[in-house]
T-cell receptor, first 116, second 113 residues
Framework: AQTVTQSQPEMSVQEAETVTLSCTYD???????LFWYKQPPSRQMILVIR??????QNATENRFSVNFQKAAKSFSLKISDSQLGDAAMYFC?????????????FGKGTHLIIQP | NAGVTQTPKFQVLKTGQSMTLQCAQD?????MSWYRQDPGMGLRLIHY???????DQGEVPNGYNVSRSTTEDFPLRLLSAAPSQTSVYFC????????????FGPGTRLTVT
């Protein structure tokens, strides 16, 4: 079974600064997907960014980018120019690319605090 | 499109009561799933479905039943609620079992006393 580990229960960053959230995972599969989801106080789960394991290029979405290290099974999220609206819980998630596979496996989350 | 909708948003049950959490999507997604979220935990998969008439168990299926009679709907049934089922429940859907992004509903906060 796959596992996802987020070792930082809480992170704090000054507004406009850059912050990196860590995620490691364990799997024996070679083809899979990785995601970062944001959960603000409204509790809605919002997809921030996704990475296909077969792509070597790191995914980027505006101020959000990832550092995907397949051999090290590491998938960190970098948020540049942090904004107050970025304050939320962030969850790293894994999904197998195997046909008929089940859903997402989540880490326990990192609570991101933005200091004004 | 309404996306993924869940009802109710909040529910309080007494131990032993039964209820159904409703989930519907209007995106013609094949794949639907239910997760629960407990304090200090990420979401954990309860049950999932890869199409109408097909369901399977996830990581934490005990105490829950599901069925999928239509593409749009995927209800979650608690047959005899227990305090351990106090949680926030999320329904999600995607175009295919593995490649599609999962879209989440707004969640249902359930308290069992």
């Amino acid at each position: 079974a796959q596992t996802v580990t987020q070792s930082q229960p809480e992170m704090s960053v000054q507004e406009a600064e850059t912050v990196t959230l860590s995620c490691t995972y364990d799997t024996s599969e070679s083809d899979y997907y990785l995601f970062w989801y944001k959960q603000p106080p409204s509790r809605q789960m919002i997809l921030v960014i996704r990475q296909e394991a077969y792509k070597q290029q790191n995914a980027t979405e505006n101020r959000f980018s990832v550092n995907f290290q397949k051999a090290a099974k590491s998938f960190s999220l970098k948020i540049s120019d942090s904004q107050l609206g970025d304050a939320a819980m962030y969850f790293c998630a894994y999904r197998s690319a195997r046909g008929g596979a089940d859903g997402l496996t989540f880490g326990k989350g990192t609570h991101l605090i933005i200091q004004p | 499109n309404a996306g993924v909708t869940q009802t109710p948003k909040f529910q309080v049950l007494k131990t032993g009561q039964s209820m159904t959490l409703q989930c519907a999507q209007d995106m013609n997604h094949e794949y639907m799933s239910w997760y629960r979220q407990d304090p200090g935990m990420g979401l954990r998969l309860i049950h999932y479905s890869v199409g109408a008439g097909i369901t399977d168990q996830g990581e934490v299926p005990n105490g829950y039943n599901v069925s999928r009679s239509t593409t749009e709907d995927f209800p979650l049934r608690l047959l005899s609620a227990a305090p351990s089922q106090t949680s926030v429940y999320f329904c999600a859907s995607s175009y295919s079992g593995t490649r599609g992004e999962q879209y989440f509903g707004p969640g249902t906060r359930l308290t069992v006393t």
